[in-house]
């Protein structure tokens, strides 16, 4: 069965500039989370998608955005790309908004 | 809001030696316990997890961890590193509020095991 998928694997941008990331979640599952981990800490909370709504959000400028499409994939898109936006970023599925996350690999972001 | 603290930042010990890292969680309500693991360049795999049922947990590659309530603390355990065990390990807790669960990580621990 296939994981969480996540494109692109790496990716360089500059400031200012804007950013879209992609994740397919596991089959059947309908809940999108997403993930910041900055080189050396634990991963922070962006937000959580659940059948195309937001349910939750976490304490991210408004530069971050993301959606989630009718096949319960989701994008992640940042405007305005600061360094500290440097990152590995993580998306995770679970079957419903309560259920066990599961990650993909992620997507590295390097600002310059 | 809860958190989550690991202790050391990096431990390092012989291959076949005990690994012992440490976590302590706050919650003012029965929490939900992660431990995950990151090898360099990849995502997280989940370990093992605490969901109230039995106090000590049994994971994949021979990991297991103790929920201890009277002292906050669920710290992970393997009776003899191998030395595929070096990676990072996360510890997190659950957090239910408004409709949506989200994980909230401890800073991470890396390991490493020396022949």
């Known amino acids: 069965d296939a994981g969480v998928t996540q494109s692109p694997t790496h990716l360089i941008k500059t400031r200012g500039q804007h950013v879209t990331l992609r994740c397919s979640p596991i089959s059947g599952h309908k809940s999108v989370s997403w993930y910041q981990q900055v080189l050396g800490q634990g991963p922070q909370f962006i937000f959580q998608y659940y059948e195309k709504e937001e349910r939750g959000r976490g304490n991210f400028p408004d530069r971050f955005s993301a959606r989630q499409f009718p096949n319960y994939s989701s994008e992640l898109n940042v405007n305005a790309l600061l360094l500290g936006d440097s990152a590995l970023y993580l998306c995770?599925?679970?079957?419903?908004?309560?259920?066990?996350?599961?990650f993909g690999p992620g997507t590295r972001l390097t600002v310059l | 809001a809860q958190s989550v603290t690991q202790l050391g930042s990096h431990v390092s010990v012989s291959e076949g030696a005990l690994v012992l890292l440490r976590c302590n969680y706050s919650s003012s309500v029965p929490p939900y316990l992660f431990w995950y693991v990151q090898y360099p360049n990849q995502g997280l795999q989940l370990l093992l997890k605490?969901?109230?049922?039995?106090?000590l947990v049994k994971g994949i590659n021979g990991f297991e961890a103790e929920f201890k309530k009277s002292e906050t603390s669920f710290h992970l355990t393997k009776p003899s590193a191998h030395m595929s065990d070096a990676a990072e390990y996360f510890c997190?807790?659950?957090?239910?509020?408004?409709?949506?669960?989200?994980?909230?990580f401890g800073a991470g621990t890396r390991l490493a095991v020396h022949p």
């Open positions: 995770a599925s679970s079957l419903g908004a309560y259920n066990e996350q599961f």
């Open positions: 605490y969901t109230s049922a039995a106090t």
């Open positions: 997190a807790v659950s957090e239910f509020s408004g409709g949506y669960n989200k994980l909230i």
